[in-house]
């Protein structure tokens, strides 16, 4: 039998040195840099879970799949209609969230097996993929909005 793959090659990943409780601290400090686009941008069910967020301990972090799924798409939906120099501001906001998202699925996966933990991954692709839905109704939602032009955006979100 012929072995494939690259020779010393292992299915076990190396460890990555990161320093959680900087990420958590980050998207502390950080997040209510940010309040007024969150507030823009999220419902208020989403805003709620990252407000929550800033107040759990580190060992506590927790974003569900649904929720950081609904947020990107959220994102997404709302960076189309903006100027380019407001779509920067946009990113930088959900870079925050992003990092509390990354803090949380290392306190999540802290002890799982790689195999674990890639099925983790996959469970939140398929979650991407089922809350397609959401995406575009919420982009549909915005495009049919009153309120959907560049400079009335750019009003609400950046005061």
Not at 89 to 105: H, K
């Amino acid at each position: 039998m012929d072995t494939i793959g690259v020779k010393g090659y292992s299915p076990t990943p190396e460890p990555v040195d990161v320093n959680f409780q900087s990420l958590v601290n980050t998207y502390k400090s950080n997040f209510h840099a940010n309040t007024s686009m969150y507030h823009a941008i999220l419902s208020y069910p989403l805003l709620a879970e990252f407000v929550k967020l800033t107040k759990q301990k580190a060992e506590d972090f927790f974003i569900s799949s649904e929720i950081w799924a609904k947020t990107v798409y959220t994102f997404a939906a709302r960076f189309k209609d903006l100027e380019p120099r407001k779509r920067e501001d946009l990113l930088e906001a959900l870079r925050i969230l992003w990092i509390g998202r990354v803090a949380a699925f290392i306190n999540e996966a802290e002890c799982m097996t790689t195999s674990e933990a890639n099925s983790r991954v996959e469970e939140e692709a398929e979650t991407f993929l089922k809350l397609r839905p959401y995406l575009i109704n919420t982009y549909t939602r915005i495009l049919n909005s009153p309120t959907n032009s560049s400079k009335t955006m750019g009003k609400t979100l950046i005061s």
